[in-house]
């Protein structure tokens, strides 16, 4: 990624299904994620055998190539809440994407799907 300036405020969006309605959301509007430290925010990927190592840089390489990552997905957060959202999935895709300078993040707001 040396060199890398981003050419848009977030990485190029894969649609996936057409009933998901695709929003942008500021990297600040997302609240931290929380994890048990000693596991780091990364993980492995065990159904592809694909360590977080690995899945670091499959993304910023397609960012770099702008190819098309499908969006995070969101939950909003209360209103009295200093952030709007909570990631619930894509902690690669956000954190990867704060790292390569993206200040937006695709992003699917699941809130009224998960229970």
């Known amino acids: 990624m040396e060199g890398f300036i981003p050419a848009s ?20 509007e997302v609240e931290p994620v929380r994890r048990n430290l000693s596991h780091g925010v990364f993980n492995n990927d065990e159904e592809t055998g694909l360590s977080a190592r690995d899945r670091v840089v499959q993304l910023l390489r397609g960012f770099s190539r702008r190819d098309k990552i499908p969006p995070v997905q969101v939950v909003r957060l209360p209103s009295n809440n200093e952030c709007h959202y ?14 390569a ?9 699941v809130s009224d799907i998960r229970l």
């Open 86 to 99: 909570r990631l619930v999935h894509g902690a690669h895709r956000f954190y990867s994407s704060i790292a």
């Open 9 to 28: 405020k977030s990485y190029a969006a894969d649609q996936g299904e057409a009933n998901q309605r695709l929003m942008w959301v500021r990297v600040d």
């Open 101 to 109: 300078g993206f200040v937006e993040v695709p992003a699917v707001d």
